[in-house]
């Protein structure tokens, strides 16, 4: 079946450091690809996302290509502050059928120290 | 707006009493999810809904209920709550295949049961 699977945690680094949260998934057709953020005490928030194939999203600094050749979809910053300390999410969701459900990755925790 | 909102924020419960969680969101969405979060096991669907009066299972739906009796409003229901299901609960919303696939979370609850 559908799955994504990230990078364990928890990643820690220094401010302005270069970040990246590997994510690659498995799915039938094409999915559309997302990186979901939850703040410490918060609900999961939309970060970046990305519908078809060579597409990039953006969003804060934060960058993902989707790369079907690899079945990846990598999460990348140049350089991280203290207030990017949450955990991301990688996620898809497949064009199969009308009851279309989110599928997430375990979530990576991000701790990023001044 | 407020986006999506959930009632209560947090709830200590013994075990084998019920009790509703509520959600609520004001931006028209169609869909409706119930996910709990648990440390090392990401996000897990409950339970979901299409629209008003339809509910279906998701990944862990043992123990737990659901109602989408107003369009606006999707309703989680513990009728004996058992220690397990000490959990984080998270409420989405998001408007139906074919526009946006961005899923609105709400603030969450977190769920304490003795």
């Known amino acids: 079946g559908d799955s994504v699977t990230q990078m364990e945690g928890p990643v820690t680094l220094s401010e302005e450091a270069f970040l990246t949260i590997n994510c690659t998934y498995t799915?039938?057709?094409?999915?559309?690809l997302f990186w979901y953020v939850q703040y410490p005490g918060e609900g999961l928030q939309l970060l970046l996302k990305?519908?078809?194939a060579d597409d990039k999203g953006s969003n804060k600094g934060f960058e993902a290509t989707y790369r079907k050749e690899t079945t990846s979809f990598h999460l990348e910053k140049g350089s991280v502050q203290v207030s990017d300390s949450a955990v991301y999410f990688c996620a898809l969701i497949t064009n199969a059928g009308n009851n279309r459900k989110l599928i997430w990755g375990l979530g990576t925790s991000l701790a990023v120290n001044p | 707006n407020a986006g999506v909102t959930q009632t209560p924020k947090f709830r200590v419960l013994k075990t084998g009493q019920s009790m509703t969680l509520l959600c609520a969101q004001d931006?028209?969405?169609?869909?409706m999810y119930w996910y709990r979060q648990d440390p090392g096991m990401g996000l897990r669907l409950i339970h979901y809904s299409v629209g008003e009066g339809t509910t279906a299972k998701g990944e862990v739906p043992d123990g737990y209920n659901v109602s989408r009796l107003k369009k606006q409003n999707f309703l989680l229901g513990l009728e004996s709550a058992a220690p397990s299901q000490t959990s984080v609960y998270f409420c989405?919303?998001?408007?139906?295949?074919?526009?946006?696939?961005?899923?609105?979370f709400g603030p969450g609850t977190r769920l304490t049961v003795l």
């Open positions: 931006m028209n969405h169609e869909y």
């Open positions: 799915a039938t057709g094409y999915p559309s």
């Open positions: 990305a519908t078809k």
């Open positions: 989405a919303s998001r408007t139906r295949p074919g526009g946006q696939d961005t899923q609105y």
